[in-house]
């Protein structure tokens, strides 16, 4: 699997969460000579899949370029507990600084990514591909997006603005499903449409309507298998609501093309690391 590349916006974020989390100065480094020199391990303590390498360097680049890293595992690796990630040098006040901002990103990141990869690896021979959504952490949507394709998964649209989803709501506020994915047509003709329904009804209209994508959204197994046999290829089917770990492969089996699953930016474990300082100078 190549690597995605970072998000434009990932020293905009760096700069944010420095700026939150060190203000004025670091008092407590402050107590530490000037001239102090040190070495750290990084250290993961459980199964993961390593994600947040650019916001890590990001960090420490932006505190003090004197601070160096020497990774042991690459960017999207899947290491087993008690694996070295990486090694620091450098200054310690900057070292210090940094620490925390630059793991809170790392762990974070990683979270992301190795739960989907667990989802991925549920469906892997399926053909079905796992999506992310937009329930993501403010701020941190194009870093947890990133994360998700180093674990393995696809991203849905970024926002709402590269996509047209047409839910239950705009549906309500449009009149029909005819008429919201019609009006979408005419003022984006170049957006992708998708459609959420609720029912077998609804599907047969945003098929009718021309919808590019109809989303399932909380159907059941039989009604999804009855889905992708009246709709037959003529548009993507994506399956959304309650899924989880246990049940994925058996709503990838029914043949739909994606699985959307909220739970991969929105229910974080943040990975446990650590970071040891070992040497001072």
Not at 83 to 92: C, D, R, S, Y
Not at 151 to 168: S, T
């Amino acid at each position: 699997m190549s690597l995605p590349q970072p998000p434009s916006d990932l020293h905009e974020q760096v700069a944010r969460a420095l700026a939150e989390d060190i203000g004025a100065g670091d008092l407590t480094a402050a107590l530490i000579p000037e001239d102090q020199h040190a070495s750290a391990t990084l250290l993961c303590r459980e199964p993961a899949v390593i994600c947040g390498q650019p916001w890590v360097e990001a960090c420490l680049e932006a505190v003090d370029p004197r601070l160096q890293i020497a990774w042991r595992v690459s960017e999207g690796a899947q290491v087993a507990a008690d694996t070295v990630l990486a090694h620091i040098e450098g200054p310690a006040r900057g070292l210090l600084t940094a620490e925390r901002t630059a793991l809170n990103f790392l762990q974070t990141l990683s979270g992301t990514a190795t739960v989907t990869a667990r989802y991925v690896e549920r469906i892997r021979d399926t053909g079905c591909r796992v999506l992310d959504t937009r329930k993501t952490l403010p701020g941190l949507r194009t870093a947890q997006k990133y994360a998700v394709r180093c674990g393995g998964g696809h991203n849905h649209r970024m926002g709402l603005y590269d996509a047209l989803l047409i839910k239950e709501n705009h549906i309500a506020a449009a009149g029909s499903i005819t008429a919201a994915v019609a009006e979408g047509r005419r003022r984006f003709p170049h957006a992708p449409i998708e459609v959420e329904t609720e029912t077998l009804e609804e599907v047969n209209e945003a098929l009718q309507a021309g919808a590019d994508r109809i989303m399932l959204d909380n159907f059941s197994l039989e009604a999804i298998r009855r889905a992708v046999e009246r709709v037959d290829g003529q548009c993507e089917l994506e399956v959304s609501g309650n899924v989880n770990l246990d049940n994925i492969r058996d709503y990838a089996l029914t043949g739909v093309d994606y699985i959307s699953v909220g739970a991969l930016t929105k229910h974080l474990h943040a990975i446990d690391l650590s970071l040891r300082v070992e040497t001072v100078a």
